[in-house]
């Protein structure tokens, strides 16, 4: 239940957005149960009524919201939005955009006409709303976070979970493509507008409730608007990282460079590329934000993280979102054992700035809020 994880020149120290979302181990356990009783969803208006989006009803499971006489799914008139966690991760990434900004005004200035500058500038800018177009999409999820589009028995399979979690969110299962990623562990994605991935192994390895949780986890996502704040932050952040990339491999590279010629040519080096970026900081005090920003940005990571959990549990599918988790903690926990056993019996541990720049939170805390949220609803039932 990820993000995409998104390529970079080279392993730089840049201070960036929320890291991607962990690879679970392989072979996961997960407890086979049949689907959760589901919790109807809060309808804000009237509800619209769309035909056609459904598949047989006998397909799904009989706690969804739909009509097994007509087939007609009743749909919210709030299919999405931008909650919180998105205005603040919009927010917490404007440094990162003013030094991709000030970076290509640089540029433009330098190699460019005025005016050809300035529209290069504008078009660099306007280029965001890309991440909403459903044709560049397709190419990213092909291209960039390679993904394949599923095979007819994979669709089998797939479709009808995937109406069930629409349909009990009032949700137009047509608004969202489907696709697979390749891979051996158990993993989803949401990316961008309209993109919802699964692993095959997943597919193939969950039980219905439990893959219906899971995609219910990745609905949530782009319902808060999570899944296109994150890639847009990306997106308008990326010169800036590229810039600091060329920034240290030049400096890196002048370092030796020096430090053969002289034993003090190295440590000039040093101190000259030090002095260059702290002149740049000091010149424009808000990029020093970019220092504090990344901590911040995977805090938000983390509660966006329990937002889509709590979702989930809001349809229905918190027992099932917990047997996924007791499943990555017994697989996490024989990866550390074998990790520990490789060390020589020293514990291993994630450090403190690891554990601050995850964007998302331990899956004991998850497993803790999802049975509060079980237990909150069976009491409001009774």
């Keep these: 239940m990820t993000e995409p994880t998104y390529p970079e ?10 890291e991607m979302p962990p690879r679970y181990p392989t072979a996961p356990r997960y407890p086979a149960s049949a689907p959760a009783a589901g919790i109807p ?31 007609r799914i009743h749909l919210a008139r709030r299919q999405r939005g931008a909650d919180a966690t998105t205005i603040g991760q919009l927010v917490l990434q404007l440094p990162h955009l003013l030094c991709s900004l000030m970076l290509l005004g640089m540029l ?15 078009l660099w800018i306007a ?18 976070f390679r993904l394949r589009t599923p095979l007819r028995s994979e669709l089998d399979r797939l479709e009808p979970v995937w109406h069930q979690v629409t349909a009990k969110a009032g949700v137009d299962a047509r608004t969202y493509d489907l696709w697979i990623e390749e891979g051996r562990s158990v993993n989803a994605t949401a990316a961008a507008g309209h993109i919802v991935a699964v692993t095959r192994y997943a597919l193939e390895a969950l ?25 847009l932050g990306y997106w308008y952040s990326l010169p800036a990282r590229a810039g600091w990339v060329v920034f240290r491999v030049v400096a890196a590279t002048l370092f030796r460079v020096a430090s053969v010629i002289s034993a003090y040519g190295g440590l000039v080096v040093a101190l000259a590329a030090g002095a260059l970026a702290l002149s740049v900081a000091l010149a424009f005090p808000p990029l020093l934000a970019v220092l504090v920003t990344p901590y911040l940005i995977a805090a ?9 959990d709590r979702q989930a549990a809001e349809l229905g599918f918190a027992e ?23 060390a020589g019996g020293r514990p291993v541990r994630p450090s403190l700035g690891e554990r601050l720049l995850s964007s998302h939170p331990d899956i004991h805390t998850r497993i803790r809020r999802l049975e509060d949220w079980r237990d909150a609803a069976a ?3 009774r």
């Excluded at 280029?127 to 960039?144: N, Q, W």
């Excluded at 219910?216 to 994150?230: D, K, M, P, Q, T």
């Design 320 to 342: 099932a979102m917990i047997e996924v988790f007791y499943g990555f903690m017994k697989d996490e926990e024989e990866a550390l054992a074998l990790e520990e056993r490789k």
């Design 379 to 381: 009491t409001a039932d």
């Design 9 to 18: 020149a080279a392993p730089p120290p840049y201070p960036a957005g929320p």
């Design 300 to 308: 938000v990571g983390r509660r966006a993280e329990l937002r889509a």
């Design 41 to 71: 969803a809060q309808q804000s208006a009237p509800p619209q009524v769309v035909t056609g989006c459904a598949p047989p009803p006998t397909a799904l499971d009989p706690t969804t919201d739909i009509d097994p006489h007509t087939g």
């Design 207 to 231: 039980p219905p409730a439990q893959l219906a949780g899971v995609l219910a986890h990745e609905l949530g996502h782009h319902r808060g608007g999570h899944s296109w704040a994150v890639l």
């Design 108 to 122: 433009a200035v330098l190699c460019l006409p005025p005016t050809a500058g300035l529209l290069l500038v504008l």
């Design 127 to 144: 280029s965001g709303a890309l991440v909403f177009h459903r044709p560049t999409e397709r190419l990213l999820a092909r291209y960039l």
